[in-house]
């Protein structure tokens, strides 16, 4: 059974900080993984999608890699703002499983 | 596209009522996941669809908790009776090839 799990489970730094966010996963027959934005109360937003053929995946300041031989992936956010705290969760298809997320706080 | 809907947002039952949970996929898109999510325990996969079809019900907790799929633009998700232990906010995903895309998701309160 797929496990994914997400390190570390809080992150607190201040605005313009670049940042890491780490993804691992012990099944690597996976056919995409996709990271997703959840603000408080609210429902889930992707944000990228690598698929298992894929290196990496970037959109604007988020830059998203997959290793998938060693069931990695690194969510990278360039110059870090306010806006940006958020919990962020990584999941791996088949079939779409979580992990618990790591909540980032960005200080002004 | 309205994106995925969910009905209704806030629920608040008695312990014991039947309660049921909707959901609207995208239209054109195949696949239908429910997920739980609590703080102690994240996003609980627990069950979807294919076609229609369940594919894998492994993470319902208990026969408490049913889900349905009549047909390609509604699902369901039904708990009865129902317990305090069950509120949480339940979440709809549905994708038709690789991104998967959520909705707002319904909070359950059972008192």
């Known amino acids: 059974k797929q496990e994914v799990t997400q390190i570390p489970a809080a992150l607190s730094v201040p605005e313009g900080e670049n940042l890491v966010l780490n993804c691992s996963f012990t099944?690597?027959?996976?056919?995409?993984l996709q990271w997703f934005r959840q603000d408080p109360g609210k429902g889930l937003t992707s944000l990228l999608l690598?698929?298992?053929?894929?290196r990496e995946q970037t959109s604007g300041r988020l830059n998203a890699s997959l290793d998938k031989s060693s069931g990695r992936s690194t969510l990278y956010i360039a110059a870090s703002q306010p806006g940006d705290s958020a919990t962020y969760l990584c999941?791996?298809?088949?079939?779409?499983?979580f992990g618990k997320g790591t909540r980032l706080s960005v200080i002004a | 596209d309205a994106g995925v809907i969910q009905s209704p947002r806030h629920e608040v039952t008695e312990m014991g009522q039947e309660v049921t949970l909707r959901c609207k996929p995208i239209s054109g898109h195949d696949y239908l996941f429910w997920y739980r999510q609590t703080m102690m325990r994240g996003l609980e996969l627990l069950i979807y669809?294919?076609?229609?079809?369940?594919?894998?019900d492994s993470g319902m907790p208990e026969d408490r908790f049913s889900a349905k799929m009549p047909n390609a633009s509604f699902s369901t998700l039904k708990i009865q009776p129902s317990e305090p232990r069950d509120s949480a906010v339940y979440f709809c995903a549905s994708r038709r090839t690789a991104e998967a895309f959520f909705g707002q998701g319904t909070r359950l309160t059972v008192v």
């Open positions: 669809f294919n076609n229609n079809v369940p594919i894998d």
């Open positions: 099944d690597s027959a996976i056919y995409n």
């Open positions: 690598i698929q298992s053929s894929q």
């Open positions: 999941a791996v298809s088949p079939p779409l499983v």
